[in-house]
């Protein structure tokens, strides 16, 4: 009789383990997911004609989510010419940073350039199309990439608990 209560006990440790675990990896995955769909909330839109440089190309960050982000820095830009040859900019005082973005903020920058293509310098014209490369971490210290209007890729995943805003 007692092989059989240890029997039936040891089915029931194992199925509560089994529910555990299932229960912690959809937990998991469903705060990936939020995070996700807050990263995505952070976007660029650029155009040749930045309004803060005469006849320069521009990009502005847009942070449409609900929580501030940090450490946005734009770490690359590349000019598509109209035969999809890429010239990359070398942006005088190196990458633009700010140091944090609050939700519903959005952030205005000049691209200026030059941009370079095996050393031979362009200027940016009408029927180009700039990809912007951005750098920024979320609330829960996770620091993502977005190359133009790709999805954010997840490039460090910090603590899982939110930190503060400070204002």
Known sequence: MNGLWIAVATVAVAVALVVLVHVRVRDHEQRREEDEARARAVVVVWSLHSGQLPHAPGAVITN??????????????????????????????????????????????????????????????????LVVTFRFTDLHGHQWQRVGDDPP????????????HSA
């Open 64 to 129: 449409g989510g609900g929580d501030p982000v940090r450490a946005v820095e734009i770490t690359c830009v590349v000019a598509l010419d109209g035969q999809g040859r890429e010239w990359v900019a070398v942006l005088p005082g190196g990458p633009p940073y700010r140091g944090e973005l609050g939700a519903g903020d959005a952030w205005s920058c000049a691209l200026s350039g030059p941009y370079l293509r095996h050393g031979e310098p362009r200027t940016v014209v009408d029927g180009d199309q």
């Open 153 to 164: 890729q997840l490039l460090y995943a910090g603590s899982s608990h939110p930190r503060r």
